[in-house]
């Protein structure tokens, strides 16, 4: 049974798709995937709240009540994602630190690469590789609007697995941990990638639900903040600072450190 303000939401649809018979929950979940689907294809300036009302089979107006504003509804998209999977990350990272083994690079990054496919199920699960080239544009975007989304649904978690890398590797700087993290994020987006371009290049063909692949990601990643410790890797602040000293100045340290 429809409540009052969705009774109206519907009478203002004026000559949009018709609304299904469908309970709340159904009808929003409809809506966010067909953003989804309409976003992941055409990219947010090519879709239109009029296409996603048609993709999901209910009134334009009914999105409006809902979302009132194309951004407002593609945050969304990326809320509804983010909270499962930031939930599922923050809660395996909790279990980790609070057993009694000793937590390890390989661990961390476990979690930090938990494929979509062991977090998403079902009908929840068909959007998946749309999502990724959303979260993917996003990530690289330097516009207003991909700058909030990433501040608020993804950098909380990734704060908590730099965090985490720096527990587990007491050797590394925040600094470090922090380019550690970002390169292995560059990674996983290929690695979450369903578009093709691994079998072309050589790479063995992928499904949804495939995650061997992961495997190799994680040692990959792992030796790179390995290396990142293990040779002292200076970052671009660090090797201007040490520039900026006078050679005399420098030779002056050396000779009182000796």
Do not use: C
């Amino acid at each position: 049974m429809k409540t009052p303000r969705e009774k109206k939401a519907s009478a203002h649809a004026g000559n949009g798709a018709q609304e299904p018979d469908r309970a709340p929950g159904t009808r929003l979940s409809a809506i966010l995937n067909a953003a989804e689907r309409v976003f992941g294809e055409h990219g947010y300036a090519g879709a239109s709240m009029r296409n996603i009302a048609d993709e999901a089979g209910v009134a334009q107006a009914l999105v409006h009540y809902h979302y009132a504003t194309k951004d407002k509804l593609y945050e969304a998209v990326f809320e509804r994602r983010s909270s499962a999977i930031n939930q599922h990350r923050g809660k395996l990272l909790d279990d980790l630190f609070a057993s009694e083994r000793t937590a390890t690079v390989e661990d961390v990054l476990t979690i930090a690469f938990t494929p979509l496919s062991e977090i998403f199920h079902g009908e929840d699960a068909v959007n998946l590789a749309l999502y990724v080239q959303l979260v993917a544009s996003v990530s690289l975007g330097s516009d207003e609007r991909s700058r909030r989304i990433r501040e608020t649904y993804y950098d909380p978690i990734a704060e908590r697995i730099i965090d985490a890398l720096h527990t587990v590797m007491p050797g590394i700087s925040r600094e470090h941990a922090t380019w550690a993290y970002l390169f292995s994020v560059g990674a996983r987006q290929q690695a979450h990638a369903l578009n093709g371009r691994a079998a072309r290049l050589g790479a063995s063909a992928r499904t949804s639900t495939s995650t061997a692949h992961y495997e190799q990601l994680v040692r990959f990643a792992a030796a790179g903040v390995r290396a990142l410790v293990e040779h002292s890797v200076e970052s671009p602040p660090e090797r201007a600072a040490k520039a900026a000293v006078p050679k005399r100045s420098r030779r002056a340290e050396q000779v009182r450190s000796e």
